[in-house]
């Protein structure tokens, strides 16, 4: 099966300006999560979807950051403005079901995108 | 909340040497899920090996094993066997059952192999 796409790869941008990641998630997933990885450390929650739904956004920074997931598949999240300490990589991650059941299933992560803030 | 610890920041490993990769957590569930995932540059995560918490076995997957210490809240990760395809960084992870399907990840290990 294909995996999770993300785009861009990378992307450089100056403080202050605004910038959108995009994800792809596996065919079928109905749940789908944005990871936030600053370098030395591990990837860190910022949402989570069920299909087009928001199951948790406690850690996303609501004041510049937003997601969006239309339709139950591809989904967005947006920067703005932007910031230096949002300097990292934004990783995109989905699964087959939320809960018990989906105990036997692993995530898929996509490759992520580099952003440097300057 | 739950923190995963990782005290290793690097390690180095001979080819064909086994290494141990430690990771701690702390938790009050008692059912849970505790992960190992390799980053390569690529910076895909990679899915090592998987432990139920239930289960009292230590996973295994051809050259990777887990030491998993329920009670003390510790679970290893050991390379046998390790191959220059094995540097990466590793990262141990915790997953609730209960509610939703979040991560918790540890800092991570740099792992090192010396040809």
């Known amino acids: 099966e294909a995996g999770v796409a993300q785009s861009p790869r990378y992307k450089i941008i100056e403080k202050r300006q605004s910038v959108a990641f995009w994800c792809n998630p596996i065919?079928?997933?109905?749940?789908l999560y944005w990871y936030q990885q600053i370098l030395g450390q591990g990837p860190k929650l910022l949402i989570q979807f069920q299909n087009n739904g928001v199951v948790d956004d406690s850690q996303l920074p609501k004041d510049r950051f937003s997601a969006e997931r239309l339709k139950g598949v591809d989904s967005t999240l947006k920067i703005q403005p932007a910031k230096l300490e949002d300097s990292a990589v934004y990783l995109c991650a989905s699964s087959s079901l939320a809960g018990p059941a989906n105990k036997n299933y692993g995530y898929t992560f996509g490759s992520g995108t580099r952003l440097t803030v300057v | 909340a739950q923190t995963v610890t990782q005290s290793q920041p690097e390690m180095s490993v001979q080819e064909a040497e086994t290494v141990t990769l430690s990771c701690t957590y702390d938790?009050?569930?008692?059912?849970?899920?505790l992960f190992w995932y390799k980053q390569p540059p690529s910076r895909q995560m990679i899915l090592v090996i998987r432990q139920e918490a239930y289960k009292q076995q230590n996973a295994t997957e051809n050259r990777f094993s887990v030491n998993f210490q329920k009670a003390a809240k510790s679970f290893s990760l050991k390379i046998s066997d390790s191959q220059l395809g094995d540097a990466a960084m590793y990262f141990c992870?915790?997953?609730?059952?209960?509610?939703?399907?979040?991560?918790?990840f540890g800092t991570g290990t740099s792992l090192t192999v010396i040809p």
């Open positions: 992870a915790y997953r609730r059952t209960n509610t939703g399907n979040q991560f918790y």
């Open positions: 065919s079928g997933h109905a749940t």
């Open positions: 938790t009050s569930e008692s059912d849970y899920y």
